[in-house]
């Protein structure tokens, strides 16, 4: 289906490739935006504008942030000799939420998957090795909580950094299994995340 104005039709274009939004949804929002008042869909238009222009990566953790290194990296109240190892920033607003992990994050970018052409060169495991001594000669990491998602690629990815870290003086620990398998940390409650957390056991 077409429709008359090319400019809707792109609109329509745009928003079906976000995830999770199909055609019809695209059409819902499309067609909302247009009875919206012309502040609030500029104020849309802005904010993702913004967003683009102002947010990049923290260089430590690789987190979303405005500045580097982020707030939580550059946070003193939180446990710097603790890092837990996410797949992507989202799960870090995830395992924030839950609030039961007090010190610092490390973004992996992904997770191992050879199918979708994902290998180790492609993921910030390098820059996690570097953090181990301490940033900037700071405090040095005691444990590193591996908080890859409980799938196959997610497992992989553990076990691959897992095997990487044991040379060094540090503690690995893998989150338990309170996360069903197969699913991805953002979709989890803040009490399975916490307790899965609390829960986590010692990669040998």
């Known amino acids: 289906m077409s429709f008359s104005s090319p400019y809707l039709e792109r ?3 745009e928003l079906s490739r976000l995830p999770s939004i199909g055609r019809k949804t695209a059409q819902r929002v499309a067609f909302h935006l247009l009875r919206a008042s012309r502040e609030e869909a500029l104020g ?18 690789g987190n979303y942030a405005e500045s580097s290194p982020c707030r939580l990296c550059a946070d003193p ?3 710097h000799s603790v890092l837990c190892v996410v797949e992507q920033p989202i799960d870090v607003v995830a395992l924030e939420r839950a609030g039961a ?3 610092l994050y490390h973004v992996l970018g992904g997770a191992l998957s050879p199918l979708d052409g994902t ?3 492609d993921l910030r495991v390098r820059e996690l090795l570097r953090r181990l001594p301490g940033t900037n000669g700071g405090t040095p990491v005691r444990e590193v909580i591996l908080a890859t998602n409980p799938t196959v690629s997610g497992e992989s990815t553990a076990l691959y950094v897992a095997r990487l870290l044991a040379p060094h003086q540090v503690k690995v620990t893998r989150i338990a299994r ?4 197969g699913s991805d940390l953002e979709y ?3 009490v399975t995340l916490a307790r899965a957390l609390e829960g986590r056991k010692e990669l040998e």
């Open 11 to 13: 609109l329509i274009e």
């Open 44 to 61: 849309l238009a802005e904010a993702i504008v913004a967003v683009k222009e102002k947010v990049g990566f923290c260089s430590e953790c």
């Open 77 to 79: 109240e939180r446990d």
């Open 101 to 103: 992990h007090r010190g």
């Open 119 to 121: 290998g180790p060169d």
């Open 178 to 181: 309170g996360v069903p398998v």
């Open 188 to 190: 989890s409650d803040q």
